[in-house]
Structures are given as structure tokens and as C-alpha cells.
């Protein structure tokens, strides 16, 4: 393997290789950018290009593509409460806080920066566990999967604000939201009233938009001023500021980028769980969690690691088992394939130059877009100082343009519409947007693999497992901290006005 790292690094800076990487790179991030398209999109736009070319030429122009995706995303998020791609969702928590309270520059500086690093990081333990990476994926199975989604979930109690009871309200709709569809397991239609529409479910990224943007815009035209209410910083030291969170909180990092590189190494999971539950252990395991979507650095650095992280996870049985972690390793995958290149077991011993050429592609392509998106941080936050009257009509179209590019169907800008009006209810009385999203995200997993683990070994197939149980005794601690913690403050007062 050592002997194939100077080879694979020569197919990258071996011309054209290093244009092909920049010119991905920069299409992915405006993929990102734009509400409701990314990698699936990018990639299947791409791949048509590189049928003519060379193996290692194409794969770099994917991965960069790829690679850049994310971290495009997260400006929108941050900026203008959209998430570019589902997997920003959670950025937007304390990203939008962070501009509204004119540190935009500093939220883009620290989410830039830990999606490299998180990308570096993720690449990094791919090359490590390469040769092992089989025992870690088949390590996890229908049980594990229950119960991270049970997990995340929790996340629900613990992350929840003001009412408990309206979160976990919030978490039931998003819950039976994600009921709608074909039952996973029997196959039979389920509330779908007849419509081809509602048989595939509700999909993420129509609701996502319709959730956060539409229901902004609405918001948007309803406030006067700009979207920052204080001063903008817009000179590069806000954005210097935001780099140098990402050492501040380096455990933040650490443990962020740790979960998005295993959820990426798991199949069919995604990057919007990565993402909830990077989000959700920052929240639940630091110092100060009532900061947490208010504008909390952290609650930037740690989705924003995650995302990253997990691309290079996903990378691990893609190229060990041919099995793609999330969509864009699919169609990766379908790519090294029209280039003759097998992914599966033989390809470390037929082609280890390719596959350590994808991993290192993917580390250049991640601080390509990381460099981009710090250098043009400080003009973009300038966009926080214009005024929301014209702000609000921009957010409302790219919305439902978003909507719409994500499937070509008028279906998903009625849903995007009909959860705009939904999240905007929500957020007037209160009920915890958040909670909703992550209960849709992690419904679908949850169910599926419940009762999966039901058919194969029964009520205790959920305990039986190491990794199973493990997950699950985290979860029990998740839900016991906040309580636990009040009863040691209120025993700490107590004592301290004694002793006075």
C-alpha cells in the first residue's frame, strides 16, 4: 500500500488532473449553494463528461465534485436559514443565529475550516482501517442501526427548548410524517389517499426546504431591517475568529468528525444522520447546552466535521465490499465501472492506486472548497446587511426552484409549500422545528430495522449485540444527563446558600 501513496499523488498533480480537480470542486460547491440539488445531481450531470476519459482523470473530476458538495451547502444555511443540501440541515441551528447576530463571517470561517479538517480526518482513518475495513462494516447490522436511529431520537429530550412536551410533540408529527408511504417491510401503501406522489414517502429535501426556507421567507416578509440585527463584522478577522473556534472546541471536532466518518463507513445511512447526530452529542456532552440554537460556534463546527468526515467513510464499502455507502458512492461506483475498474474485494490488489488516488482526491477537493468558501466569506456577509424585503423574495424562489430541481416534480414544491406553512406555525407557537426534522430523518431507519431485527432474532436481538447494547445504554445515559445534572445543580445551591 505505502509503495502506491507517490503514484497515486503523481495521477493528481499530473496535468490536466489538477484542472479537472479544481473544476469539480467548483462545480460542486455551486451544486451545494443551491437549494435542493448536490452530489446525486452533480455526479449524474458529471458523469457523462468523463466517458472519454482517462480512469484517473475522471475519478478526480467525480470526487472533487463530490467532495465539495457539503461544504457549498452550508453557506446558504448559514446565510439565508436554507439548507443547501439535506446533510446542512443542522447547521443551520446555530449558523443563522450566528449571522442574524452579525457574525455570519465567523460561522462561515469555522464551518469551512472543520469541513476540511473533517474531510482530512475522514480520509486520513480511511487509509487506516483499508486494510480491516470488512470487520468494521459487518460490526453493524439491522440491530445497530435501531438503535442509532433510537438514539438520535433522543436527541429530541435533550436538545429540546423551552416545553418538553411541545418537542415531543413535534418529534410524533415527524414521526408519523415518515410513516407515509410503502410500508418497508410488507410492502402494503400506508396514508398515501391514493396519490402515486405519496407512495415513495415524504421526501426529505422538498420538506427540509419548505421547513426552514419557505417558512423563513414568510418570516422574512414579515420583518423589517436586514437579517443580522447588529453590527456585521465583515472583515476577515470575523472569519480568522472562526477558524480559530475549530481549535478552541478541537473535542468538538475530534468527536464530530468520529461519528460522521462510522455513520459514513455504515451503509444506506446518509449524511443527514451523520449530521443530527453530530449535532446532537455536541449539544448533550458540552459545557453551556441552552447556547445551542441560539448561535452556538459549536453547534456549526460539529455538523460541519460530520458532513465531511463521512465522505470518506463511505468510501470504506464502496471500495471494499462494492456495496456504495450513501447515493454519490453509487454513482461513483457506477462510474469506476464504465472505466473497467471493479470495486469490491480485488480492487486493493488489482488497483490500489486508484483507490488511494480517490482519497486523496477527496482531501485536495475538500481544502480547494474550504479555500474558496474562506476567501469569498467576507463579501458574502455583506448579504446579512441588505434589507429583508428584498431579501425574502430571493429565499422564496430559490425554495421552490430548489424544490422542484431536486425530482422535476410539482409535487415537491407543493410539499415544500405545505411544510413552509407547517414550519412557520411551528415556529410562531413555539413547537421545535428541530425536533420534527430529526424525527422524519431517523423514522424511516427506525422502522425498517426494527422490525428487520424482530424477523431474524426477536425482542432480544436488541441486546444480544456488543455494539447494540452499548448504543443502547448511551441512549439511557443521553435521556438521564439533563435530569441528573438538574438534581446536582439544585443540590450544589443548596448547599452553597447553607454554608452561607
Not at 158 to 165: A, H, I, N, P
Not at 199 to 221: H, M
Not at 298 to 307: D, F, L, M, S, T
Amino acid at each position: 500500500m505505502i509503495e502506491h501513496i507517490l503514484p497515486s499523488l503523481a495521477d493528481i498533480f499530473s496535468w490536466p488532473s489538477p484542472l479537472y480537480l479544481v473544476l469539480g470542486t467548483l462545480i460542486g460547491l455551486l451544486f451545494g449553494i443551491l437549494p435542493g440539488l448536490g452530489g446525486p445531481q452533480v455526479l449524474a450531470l458529471l458523469l457523462p463528461i468523463t466517458f472519454s476519459m482517462p480512469a484517473a482523470h475522471a475519478v478526480t473530476l467525480l470526487i472533487g465534485a463530490a467532495g465539495a458538495v457539503a461544504t457549498g451547502g452550508s453557506l446558504t444555511a448559514i446565510l439565508m436559514n436554507t439548507p443547501g443540501t439535506g446533510q446542512n440541515a443542522a447547521t443551520m441551528f446555530d449558523g443563522f443565529p450566528l449571522a442574524k447576530q452579525g457574525k455570519a463571517g465567523m460561522a462561515i470561517g469555522a464551518a469551512a475550516f472543520a469541513s476540511v479538517m473533517g474531510g482530512i480526518f475522514g480520509a486520513v482513518i480511511l487509509t487506516m482501517i483499508l486494510p480491516v475495513g470488512k470487520y468494521v462494516v459487518l460490526a453493524f447490522s439491522y440491530p445497530e442501526y435501531f438503535m442509532m436511529a433510537l438514539m438520535g431520537l433522543a436527541m429530541i429530550a435533550v436538545m429540546s427548548e423551552g416545553s418538553l412536551w411541545k418537542a415531543m410533540i413535534a418529534g410524533g408529527i415527524g414521526l408519523m410524517f415518515s410513516f407515509i408511504g410503502t410500508d418497508p417491510v410488507t410492502g402494503v401503501d400506508r396514508f398515501a389517499f391514493g396519490t402515486d406522489y405519496l407512495v415513495d414517502g415524504i421526501k426529505l429535501v422538498p420538506a427540509l426546504i419548505g421547513v426552514f426556507a419557505v417558512a423563513e421567507a414568510i418570516t422574512l416578509f414579515q420583518r423589517k431591517g436586514a437579517i443580522a440585527t447588529e453590527r456585521v463584522n465583515t472583515s476577515l478577522n470575523g472569519v480568522a475568529s472562526g477558524i480559530r473556534s475549530v481549535f478552541t472546541h478541537f473535542g468538538v471536532f475530534l468527536k464530530s468528525s468520529s461519528i460522521g466518518t462510522l455513520i459514513g463507513i455504515i451503509p444506506g445511512v446518509g449524511g443527514a444522520v451523520a449530521n443530527f447526530l453530530a449535532y446532537g452529542q455536541a449539544a448533550s456532552t458540552r459545557k453551556n447546552p441552552e447556547n445551542f440554537g441560539k448561535g452556538d460556534i459549536r453547534g456549526v463546527i460539529a455538523p460541519e466535521a460530520a458532513n465531511n468526515a463521512k465522505d470518506g467513510g463511505a468510501l470504506v464499502p464502496t471500495l471494499i465490499f462494492g456495496i456504495p455507502g450513501s447515493l454519490e458512492m453509487a454513482i461513483l461506483m457506477g462510474a469506476l465501472m464504465l472505466h473497467g475498474i471493479q470495486p469490491g474485494p480485488r480492487l486493493m490488489m488489482d488497483h490500489p492506486q486508484i483507490a488511494l488516488t480517490l482519497i486523496y482526491a477527496l482531501v485536495f477537493a475538500n481544502i480547494i472548497a474550504g479555500a474558496v468558501t474562506i476567501l469569498a466569506a467576507a463579501p458574502l456577509t455583506r448579504l446579512t446587511t441588505i434589507k429583508t424585503v428584498y431579501i425574502a423574495p430571493v429565499v422564496l424562489m430559490l425554495a421552490l426552484v430548489g424544490a422542484y430541481a431536486s425530482d422535476g416534480s410539482i409535487g415537491d414544491v407543493i410539499t415544500a409549500l405545505g411544510f413552509g406553512l407547517l414550519g412557520f406555525a411551528m415556529h410562531q407557537y413555539g413547537y421545535s422545528r428541530v425536533a420534527l426534522i430529526i424525527a422524519l430523518v431517523l423514522g424511516e431507519l427506525m422502522q425498517k430495522s426494527f422490525h428487520q431485527t424482530l424477523a431474524l432474532s426477536g425482542p432480544s436481538g436488541f441486546f444480544v449485540r456488543p455494539i447494540s447494547l452499548t448504543l443502547f445504554l448511551i441512549t439511557v445515559l443521553l435521556l438521564i444527563w439533563p435530569l441528573a445534572k438538574k438534581v446536582i445543580n439544585e443540590r450544589n445551591k443548596k448547599s452553597s446558600g447553607a454554608s452561607l
